[in-house]
């Protein structure tokens, strides 16, 4: 199957700064990525859906100014989390589906945040 | 009424036996479906994926699809320990460009 990373894995960071997580597609062009949050034993959330080359489409009730998405090439996208609060603290997974096949698709290992 | 529904159990077999993992989906257009296992703490893994009606086998892991009653299944044979994981089901329509929409999973305990 295709592969898929995120970096950081984990990161802490205090309330009121920004983070940046990367998402990579390593064996395939992603033209499309999504992003997902996930709270402990809760369901996947679906954030955003991420194009390269032109803006995010947000999920209702996500706010776009927050969580900033930028898709500059067909296999990055990043997410940044702008004045980080502890409510913030989640499970953050990105996934790109595999658009030449049978669009399957393929999600990182997510990144854990913790905002103290 | 969800778009994809899956019981949350938690589903309980002892090791050896047939776990049996059942999705209902409301979009009658949906042509793409997927099972995803996540462990705890860690991502969703694709294990399977189903386009047409019938059965598709892949080692211990069995998926079914029936469209006309917009259901889908896994089964899992010869249950172990560490088939213990949530088990999400993802439906696709082919116009939305990549995007499944996902269960809220049912998780599974196979007990030595």
């Known amino acids: 199957g295709a592969v898929v990373s995120q970096h950081p894995s984990w990161v802490i960071c205090k309330s009121g700064t920004s983070v940046k997580i990367e998402c990579r597609s390593l064996?395939?062009?992603?033209?499309?990525m999504f992003w997902y949050r996930q709270f402990p034993k809760q369901s996947l959330m679906l954030m955003a859906t991420?194009?390269?080359?032109?803006?995010?489409?947000?999920e209702q009730g996500v706010e776009k100014d927050k969580f900033l998405i930028n898709h500059a090439s067909l296999t990055l996208s990043t997410l940044t989390v702008t004045s980080a609060h502890p409510e913030d603290s989640s499970f953050y997974i990105c996934?790109?589906?595999?658009?030449?096949?049978?669009?399957?698709?393929?999600f990182g290992p997510g990144t854990r945040l913790t905002v103290t | 009424q969800k778009e994809v529904e899956q019981n949350s159990g938690p589903l309980s077999v002892p090791e050896g036996a047939i776990a049996s993992l059942n999705c209902t989906y409301s979009?009658?257009?949906?042509?793409?479906f997927f099972w995803y296992r996540q462990y705890s703490g860690k991502s969703p893994e694709l294990i399977m994926s189903?386009?047409?009606?019938g059965d598709k086998e892949d080692g211990r892991f069995t998926a079914q699809l029936n469209k006309a009653s917009q259901y889908v299944s896994l089964l899992i044979r010869d249950s172990q320990p560490s088939d213990s994981a949530t088990y999400l089901c993802?439906?696709?329509?082919?116009?939305?460009?990549?995007?499944?929409?996902f269960g809220d999973g049912t998780t599974l305990t196979v007990k030595p």
């Open positions: 996934s790109a589906p595999e658009m030449a096949g049978r669009y399957e698709q393929y």
């Open positions: 064996d395939f062009q992603a033209t499309t």
């Open positions: 991420s194009n390269e080359g032109s803006k995010a489409t947000y």
């Open positions: 979009d009658r257009v949906s042509q793409s």
């Open positions: 189903i386009y047409s009606n």
């Open positions: 993802a439906v696709r329509r082919n116009t939305n460009a990549g995007k499944s929409t």
